[in-house]
């Protein structure tokens, strides 16, 4: 493996999700956590899953648009919404799965599912879940 060209850090300190905190090393992350209400917990904070889901969207949606320019394909909107989903194990713990939807326009169908595709094969969230959760992608085009 090659050297990180990055390494984003953060400390989770309190209870963790339910009712700790989380910080980056350099300040610009602080944030309160909690259980949501879907999961017994009182809400009014955010949770690991939308921690995960806003970067894996951000990420996501850059590569979109790297694919996107270095295939000389113009974009003129898009976004990609993020899902991810909690379930119960027969074990008693718990697993994750993933669905991205992206939105974009400029251009047919057919070239959005395929940049679409391009963009899930480079994106690091991608690669890092690929083959350990369910993930399913599509596109709409606006």
Not at 42 to 55: D, I, R
Not at 75 to 103: C, K, Y
Request: charge should be negative; glycine fraction near 10%; include cysteine.
């Amino acid at each position: 493996m090659s050297e990180p060209l990055y390494v984003g850090i953060a400390t989770s300190t309190g209870d963790g999700r339910a009712g700790g905190q989380a910080r980056t090393n350099d300040g610009l992350l602080d944030i309160s956590l909690a259980i949501p209400k879907e999961m017994g917990g009182p809400g009014g904070a955010t949770n690991p899953e939308q921690l995960f889901a806003a970067g894996w969207a951000a990420c996501f949606h850059s590569a979109l648009k790297a694919v996107a320019a270095q295939q000389k394909t113009q974009i003129t909107d898009s976004a990609v919404i993020a899902e991810v989903q909690v379930h119960s194990t027969l074990e008693g713990g718990f697993s994750l799965s993933a669905a991205l939807h992206v939105e974009l326009s400029g251009v047919e169908q057919a070239a959005a599912d395929k940049l679409v595709e391009a963009a899930h094969a480079i994106c690091p969230y991608s690669n890092a879940t690929r083959g350990n959760i369910p993930v399913t992608v599509d596109a709409t085009v606006a």
